[in-house]
């Protein structure tokens, strides 16, 4: 069994924390897209649509103070825009054919 060596490392999470702003804004395109391609948008097709798309798109962590609102998210969101709508519509489309809910 391996041991970690050296000292271990602890995350203070009162003060700073680390976001991945691509899911910020996913969350932030999710609905209206959804709602242009007639999806269903229940509990569980939404979870499993961002999970899928946030695995199609590159992560971009931040650190931000505790409740800091994100000042560069527009950024991001004009940068990715288009990659960002079109692993939503991949994402719907997978859960669409294979949907988790009870209907
Ligand atoms: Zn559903």
Redesign the pocket.
């Known amino acids: 069994m391996a041991i970690a060596r050296g000292r271990r490392v602890v995350l203070n999470k009162d003060s700073l924390e680390i976001r991945n702003y691509m899911e910020v804004c996913v969350l932030d395109q999710l609905e209206t897209v959804l709602e242009s391609l007639n999806a269903?948008?229940?509990?569980?097709?939404?979870h499993d649509i961002l999970a899928i798309s946030l695995n199609r798109l590159p992560a971009k962590y931040v650190v931000t103070k505790k409740g800091e609102l994100y000042t560069k998210i527009n950024n991001i969101q004009a940068q990715f825009e288009v990659d960002i709508i079109a692993a939503i519509a991949q994402a719907s489309a997978i859960?669409s054919r294979n949907?988790?809910?009870d209907?």
């Open positions: 269903c948008t229940c509990d569980n097709c939404l859960v949907p988790r809910h209907r």
